[in-house]
């Protein structure tokens, strides 16, 4: 029985291969060309799947080819409950245009959509019957906000990826419970002076904030719990490596938590398509685990999902399935 509700978007990739960003008027030949699913709450979706998480997924795509290339990945998914994307016939299924420069290891996403927006009238209240968590990719944020509502008044805890600005995103955050944003969210929508700030503006409602940055690793930033927190010693002399430190502002006390990227050879990176989704894939797996995990072991696991992710075209190729994984990495 799917008890998690993963709300957003998604779309078809068409993703190019080439060994450098094209100038300006130039014509290049790809080394590689692949259509597959995308969308952040897909990529998400799909990573969880993988993960043995069972899920809903609420969605919208048109009633089209593509439509239908998108809802036959996501029924090719043993743990993704697709009753209730909505298929419209006025629309066309969106669609991103992808180039992977395999010298900067770099992509670029160029978004086609068209009305792809789910509207508050869709919502249905009894979407959230059995649901006791949702995770929100930013998208259709009017509708979100609806759903965010609904949620509250049944105590469901709620996930948001914070990308870029948007509509409605004022009144949803302070309805979720984690956030899980981008070094260049911090930089240019808050435009802060640090990563920290950032974080401390969102905690004033939620648990805790992570920023993601790339081959920099990740943050994790939350009130300090003195009767939770324990000191970790970093015993581990492989993956990612996790810090602590306190600090203390505005008569608060912080408790943050520094996590490298896990370890990956440059030339094992094929494209980093999805990579952001795939590490939020891993930490909400994390938090529905019915044992505690450690902050430390939530970080370690989202950075290793994601590291998996890096060695294959598309965002869902080379995401793990969870008997694959060895566990032990992350104790």
Known sequence: MSSILVFGA?????????????????????????ICGGGNA?????????????????TKIGNDL?????????????????????IESSITSPSTYIIVDMETKTRTCLYSANNEQILINEINPNCLDKINFIH????????????????????????????????????????????????NYSLNVCKDSSLIQTAIRFLQTCQFVIITRGKNGSILVEKLNKKLSNPIENINNHGSIVTQEI????????????????????????????????????????LLTKEFWSRDKLLRFASYIAM?????IGACSSLPYISDIDMNLFS
């Open 10 to 34: 998604s779309c078809l990739d068409y993703i190019a291969q080439v060994n450098h960003f094209p100038r300006p008027d130039e014509k290049l030949r790809t080394n590689s060309l692949t």
């Open 42 to 58: 897909s990529n998400t979706a799909t990573c969880l799947s993988r993960l043995d998480i069972k899920l809903k997924l609420l």
């Open 66 to 86: 593509n439509g239908e290339k998108i809802l036959k990945n996501f029924q090719e998914e043993k743990n993704i409950d697709t009753s209730l994307i909505l």
């Open 136 to 183: 929100f990719d930013s998208r259709s944020t009017e509708a979100a906000l609806q759903l965010a509502k609904l949620a509250k008044e049944k105590s469901i805890l709620c996930s948001l990826d914070l990308e870029r600005d948007r509509p409605f995103l004022n009144q949803l955050i302070p309805l979720v419970n984690y956030i899980i944003t981008t070094e």
């Open 247 to 286: 600090v203390h502002i505005n008569e608060e006390h912080f408790l943050i938590w520094n996590c490298t990227a896990w370890p990956i050879q440059l030339e094992d990176i094929i494209d980093t398509t999805g990579s952001g989704d795939a590490f939020i894939g891993g930490i909400i797996c994390g």
């Open 308 to 312: 998996c992710k890096l060695k294959g």
